[in-house]
């Protein structure tokens, strides 16, 4: 696990004290090593975290005939396999690192390489003949890829905040990004919170050439449902599961492994019987998973180490926390992952995770509707929203709700696992600046416009693997682990378990009332004492809700509304009555208030001398 920042210019020759401090800003993502590579045109900076052939695999790695010049973030699962291929062609290796391999493979195959990649994995290749940058992110977006066009200087890295640094670097906030945000709770857009940054899409590489970049896609999301007994399914499901583990277990040193309550990361436990486990949790009542995670450890023989996170770490921590995030970040669970990847870091350099399963298999309760309102869907469209028109104009009755909400398709309604302000109160909150007349449904139309055909679980899964998952889950996961110098493997994000949960019918991943991924949990049976089998999905709760009632952090979120850039963005006698009502238990408005103190944070780091504050160190640079 890495980082890698770096720049190609048309006209100058490279500024290497510059190229310097952009790779210093990335430390924290691989402490180990450092590299340059400096030429007429193309400069590239790495920080390496040595997890595979620890004396070799130095980077920017170049070609044995010095042409190819490579400099990667990640971990390719199948490199011993194309290792044996490359050497079959002639291939010689000097290093037994994958990173040599992906390099090989780049000069065997070119552009085709990406296809046969196992892994997670970001990187680019400068070709000094062709003076020609090709670069390439993971089907799933596991590891991330940020580029800018400044000028003549074609900017590219694994974090945003490693351009700025550069004196041709411009940075200016992105305006658009602002109420996006504000739905969604994270950074919804292609160009990101930074005005002229994008981050390359999952599944995509590109080509730059002569201050020219073309962009193309190696790998497509699609479902293929095909009939299956379930007994068959689960028995396949814990086959390839089992299988991905034991990739993922590849390393030179230690591999610890995530521990919940729930049944992902309890299944990843199971196979992988890491010596040592590790959970988070809080001292308020229901807030707390540690007991859960221990007494499984307990089953199964294994070692657990936890911390419970006090409210004074939680808010000493939020403008770290907004810092490594790079862009604004409103998603609870970041502040508990922060403290839970800081815990492994002082033992391990790797652990194990179950991001990615929910989204695959079909795992949260918003995918999961009851038999009665299926039934009522099948009645004409016209028919229910008449009927919903009418139960509109009637005062509050038990069932308004569901026949509302079942006259609308499901790309009216559904924006992801995380609905925070409607457009109309988005509208209303923000100043002018920072309104649009677009809406979140312009954002999400496209992913729904490419599976019109299919029924609404797939639709809803598909959304959130092209939005929620990639710039929510697995953004705050690599952020978070990298910020504590810490490599996240996740086995469930896996090519070969994607060919099997992509075949599963929407009408097997659900049973009864409640009951999500029903045949992964079926899987789990010969894995998991039962309890554990059954447990829904919780998360990383978080009690902010109750916090935000107390004195002191009322205080502490009042303050921050009433400081005087945030009139800017804001109007900021609303958000002051949105506090008002949840201090006096009028209403629960602290996810709306989080997703804008978390911005306001974001820009105190980012942006001090627009707010007239200090400028921000990092704690773990």
Same mark, same amino acid.
């Given at each position: 696990?890495?980082?890698?920042?770096?720049?190609?210019?048309?006209?100058?020759?490279?500024?290497?004290?510059?190229?310097?401090?952009?790779?210093?800003?990335?430390?924290?993502?691989?402490?180990?090593?450092?590299?340059?590579?400096?030429?007429?045109?193309?400069?590239?900076?790495?920080?390496?975290?040595?997890?595979?052939?620890?004396?070799?695999?130095?980077?920017?790695?170049?070609?044995?005939?010095?042409?190819?010049?490579?400099?990667?973030?990640?971990?390719?699962?199948?490199?011993?396999?194309?290792?044996?291929?490359?050497?079959?062609?002639?291939?010689?290796?000097?290093?037994?690192?994958?990173?040599?391999?992906?390099?090989?493979?780049?000069?065997?195959?070119?552009?085709?390489?990406?296809?046969?990649?196992?892994?997670?994995?970001?990187?680019?290749?400068?070709?000094?003949?062709?003076?020609?940058?090709?670069?390439?992110?993971?089907?799933?977006?596991?590891?991330?890829?940020?580029?800018?066009?400044?000028?003549?200087?074609?900017?590219?890295?694994?974090?945003?905040?490693?351009?700025?640094?550069?004196?041709?670097?411009?940075?200016?906030?992105? =305006?658009?990004?602002?109420?996006?945000?504000?739905?969604?709770?994270?950074?919804?857009?292609?160009?990101?919170?930074?005005?002229?940054?994008?981050?390359?899409?999952?599944?995509?590489?590109?080509?730059?050439?002569?201050?020219?970049?073309?962009?193309?896609?190696?790998?497509?999301?699609?479902?293929?449902?095909?009939?299956?007994?379930?007994?068959?399914?689960?028995?396949?499901?814990?086959?390839?599961?089992?299988?991905?583990?034991?990739?993922?277990?590849?390393?030179?040193?230690?591999?610890?492994?995530?521990?919940?309550?729930?049944?992902?990361?309890?299944?990843?436990?199971?196979?992988?019987?890491?010596?040592?486990?590790?959970?988070?949790?809080?001292?308020?009542?229901?807030?707390?998973?540690?007991?859960?995670?221990?007494?499984?450890?307990?089953?199964?023989?294994?070692?657990?180490?936890?911390?419970?996170?006090?409210?004074?770490?939680?808010?000493?921590?939020?403008?770290?926390?907004?810092?490594?995030?790079?862009?604004?970040?409103?998603?609870?669970?970041?502040?508990?992952?922060?403290?839970?990847?800081?815990?492994?870091?002082?033992?391990?350099?790797?652990?194990?995770?179950?991001?990615?399963?929910?989204?695959?298999?079909?795992?949260?309760?918003?995918?999961?509707?009851?038999?009665?309102?299926?039934?009522?869907?099948?009645?004409?469209?016209?028919?229910?929203?008449?009927?919903?028109?009418?139960?509109?104009?009637?005062?509050?009755?038990?069932?308004?709700?569901?026949? =509302?909400?079942?006259?609308?398709?499901?790309?009216? #309604?559904?924006?992801?696992?995380?609905?925070?302000?409607?457009?109309?109160?988005?509208?209303?909150?923000?100043?002018?600046?920072?309104?649009?007349?677009?809406?979140?449904?312009?954002?999400?139309?496209?992913?729904?416009?490419?599976?019109?055909?299919?029924?609404?679980?797939?639709?809803?899964?598909?959304?959130?693997?092209?939005?929620?998952?990639?710039?929510?889950?697995?953004?705050?996961?690599?952020?978070?682990?990298?910020?504590?110098?810490?490599?996240?493997?996740?086995? #469930?994000?896996?090519?070969?378990? +994607?060919?099997?949960?992509?075949?599963?019918?929407?009408?097997?991943?659900?049973?009864?009332?409640?009951?999500?991924?029903?045949?992964?949990?079926?899987?789990?049976?010969?894995?998991?004492?039962?309890?554990?089998?059954?447990?829904?999905?919780?998360?990383?709760?978080?009690?902010?809700?109750? +916090?935000?009632?107390?004195?002191?952090?009322?205080?502490?979120?009042?303050?921050?509304?009433?400081?005087?850039?945030?009139?800017?963005?804001?109007?900021?006698?609303?958000?002051?009555?949105?506090?008002?009502?949840?201090?006096?238990?009028?209403?629960?408005?602290?996810?709306?208030?989080?997703?804008?103190?978390?911005?306001?944070?974001?820009?105190?780091?980012?942006?001090?001398?627009?707010?007239?504050?200090?400028?921000?160190?990092?704690?773990?640079?």
């Amino acid at each position: 696990m890495c980082g890698f920042t770096g720049f190609v210019s048309q006209s100058s020759a490279p500024d290497v004290q510059a190229l310097h401090a952009m790779g210093d800003t990335i430390r924290h993502r691989g402490p180990d090593e450092e590299g340059h590579y400096v030429d007429d045109h193309c400069a590239i900076a790495h920080r390496r975290l040595s997890i595979i052939d620890l004396a070799n695999g130095h980077q920017p790695m170049s070609s044995p005939d010095g042409r190819y010049v490579l400099a990667y973030n990640g971990e390719i699962y199948n490199f011993q396999d194309l290792r044996r291929e490359l050497e079959a062609a002639g291939h010689t290796f000097l290093t037994n690192s994958d990173t040599e391999v992906l390099l090989h493979g780049y000069m065997q195959w070119g552009a085709g390489v990406t296809a046969r990649l196992r892994g997670m994995f970001a990187f680019v290749i400068w070709d000094k003949q062709r003076q020609e940058l090709f670069g390439a992110r993971d089907p799933f977006g596991i590891k991330p890829f940020y580029y800018a066009v400044m000028g003549d200087l074609f900017f590219f890295g694994s974090e945003a905040k490693s351009f700025l640094p550069h004196p041709g670097f411009h940075k200016e906030l992105n =305006t658009a990004a602002l109420k996006f945000y504000l739905t969604f709770q994270y950074s919804a857009l292609n160009e990101s919170f930074f005005k002229g940054v994008y981050r390359l899409l999952p599944g995509h590489q590109f080509v730059h050439r002569n201050g020219v970049t073309e962009f193309s896609s190696y790998h497509t999301i699609s479902f293929d449902p095909q009939p299956m007994p379930l007994e068959r399914r689960a028995e396949q499901i814990r086959e390839v599961v089992t299988e991905s583990v034991k990739a993922h277990e590849i390393s030179d040193v230690e591999v610890g492994a995530f521990l919940s309550g729930g049944i992902d990361s309890s299944v990843i436990t199971a196979l992988s019987r890491p010596d040592k486990t590790y959970s988070v949790g809080f001292a308020n009542k229901g807030f707390d998973e540690t007991s859960e995670a221990r007494a499984l450890c307990d089953e199964l023989g294994l070692r657990n180490l936890s911390k419970t996170i006090t409210p004074e770490e939680f808010f000493s921590a939020l403008p770290a926390i907004q810092y490594y995030a790079d862009e604004p970040n409103a998603n609870l669970s970041t502040v508990p992952l922060y403290f839970l990847s800081q815990l492994a870091a002082r033992d391990v350099k790797v652990v194990l995770s179950g991001e990615g399963s929910d989204e695959l298999f079909g795992g949260y309760i918003t995918y999961h509707t009851t038999r009665p309102f299926r039934a009522y869907r099948k009645l004409p469209k016209g028919l229910r929203r008449a009927v919903a028109k009418a139960a509109g104009k009637l005062p509050a009755f038990h069932g308004q709700g569901f026949l =509302t909400k079942a006259a609308k398709e499901v790309d009216e #309604y559904f924006v992801g696992q995380a609905f925070i302000f409607g457009n109309d109160e988005a509208q209303r909150v923000l100043k002018p600046e920072f309104r649009s007349e677009l809406t979140w449904h312009d954002v999400t139309a496209p992913y729904f416009d490419a599976v019109k055909d299919a029924d609404d679980l797939t639709k809803m899964q598909y959304l959130d693997l092209h939005m929620w998952q990639p710039l929510d889950i697995l953004r705050k996961a690599d952020r978070m682990t990298m910020a504590n110098s810490l490599e996240l493997r996740v086995p #469930y994000l896996d090519r070969e378990v +994607w060919a099997v949960a992509r075949a599963i019918p929407s009408a097997q991943k659900m049973r009864g009332k409640s009951t999500t991924k029903y045949p992964l949990r079926v899987a789990a049976e010969t894995m998991l004492p039962p309890d554990w089998v059954k447990r829904p999905k919780v998360g990383f709760p978080v009690p902010f809700v109750a +916090w935000l009632r107390e004195e002191q952090y009322y205080n502490w979120a009042r303050d921050l509304i009433n400081q005087d850039y945030v009139a800017r963005f804001f109007d900021q006698a609303y958000l002051l009555d949105l506090l008002e009502q949840h201090y006096t238990g009028r209403a629960r408005t602290h996810r709306k208030l989080y997703t804008v103190l978390s911005f306001l944070i974001w820009y105190q780091v980012y942006f001090p001398e627009e707010c007239g504050c200090q400028p921000f160190v990092p704690p773990n640079d």
